[in-house]
């Protein structure tokens, strides 16, 4: 009852205000829970994404940090090795809105217990990749389904955001072609998106690949500082750290019994709707899978 209060309230729920309190229930997994597995973070170089590798580490995994600048995944590996003496650490570049790109990247991996896509981007103006996609939809949505789809891990995690509450499914302009262009829209749009595909594949992958999406709260990132710099410092006193951010995550990653298709965010299941208008149909997914796929070039299938 406490939990559901502070999930509505948004601003205690999301803040570390509700992960203080959230976390007195919880058990950790064991040290050594992701012995021997291997593990891929999208968007390690930093933020949410470098706290997700050192959480991995710690539970024993060996963790593939990538991002789009080797010099830069170097830099953060460096630093989870200072954190983790021992870590098992692997960079690699690889961008992952350019398809190309990830085609080439997935092609010499070998095979995956964790993918963890936390990859994002909140451009101001509308952009489109070199496949000619619009850049949040490429990053967020059409890379990360590619990459799924292509390595089939056991556990396949999205990172989406909170503010997909405020979104409906844009089936008829996933592109963005049409009205005012806004990156933060565009975000929450293809976070929207995010949580619908993870139940789709989820469907569609099973048993062999379990598939969920999660939101981390309010976190205190580099790219939260960068793209929204006003909600950053209003919001700062009560953000959490990058560390509480990737909670979920790394719970997910290592936790037993979690099923499959579901939207977390402090290593529970929460709505994926909570305005009614919001709310899409089964045609409608359908749809968004087939232009997902239509766009890639890659069906999923069992």
């Not at 933020?47 to 991002?67: F, P, Q, S, Y």
């Not at 993918?115 to 909140?122: I, K, R, T, Y």
């Not at 976070?191 to 789709?200: F, I, P, S, T, Y």
Request: net charge neutral; charged share 25%.
């Amino acid at each position: 009852m406490i939990d559901t209060l502070l999930d509505r309230t948004v601003v205690l729920g999301w803040s570390r205000v509700g992960f203080a309190l959230r976390r007195r229930g919880w058990t950790d997994p064991p040290p050594d829970a992701l012995r021997g597995t291997r593990a891929l973070v999208t968007g390690a170089s930093g933020g949410l994404g470098l706290a997700t590798v050192e959480g991995l580490a710690r539970l024993g995994a060996t963790v593939h940090l990538t991002g789009r600048s080797a010099e830069r995944g170097e830099e953060a590996a460096a630093r989870v090795r200072a954190a983790v003496p021992g870590a098992d650490l692997l960079v690699s570049a690889v961008d992952v809105g350019d398809l190309d790109d990830v085609r080439r990247f997935a092609a010499d991996l070998p095979p995956l217990d964790v993918l963890v896509h936390n990859a994002g981007v909140l451009p101001k103006e509308r952009v489109e990749t070199a496949q000619g996609h619009e850049q949040t939809l490429a990053v967020h949505v059409l890379g990360p389904y590619l990459l799924t789809v292509l390595t089939r891990p056991g556990r396949a995690l999205f990172v989406s955001s909170g503010g997909m509450y405020a979104q409906r499914l844009p089936v008829d302009d996933l592109q963005f072609r049409s009205g005012r262009y806004g990156g933060t829209a565009a975000y929450a749009r293809t976070k929207r998106m995010q949580v619908v595909l993870a139940g789709l594949l989820a469907r569609e992958l099973a048993p062999d690949t379990l598939v969920h999406a999660l939101h981390p709260g309010w976190a205190a990132s580099p790219g939260l500082t960068d793209s929204l710099p006003g909600f950053d410092r209003l919001v700062t006193p009560i953000l959490r750290t990058p560390e509480q951010g990737a909670d979920t995550a790394v719970w997910l990653a290592a936790a037993p019994d979690v099923g499959t298709g579901r939207f977390w965010q402090d290593r529970a299941p929460r709505p994926i709707h909570y305005l009614p208008w919001t709310r899409e149909d089964p045609k409608d997914q359908e749809r968004f899978l087939a232009k997902v796929r239509r766009l890639t070039g890659e069906p999923a299938g069992p």
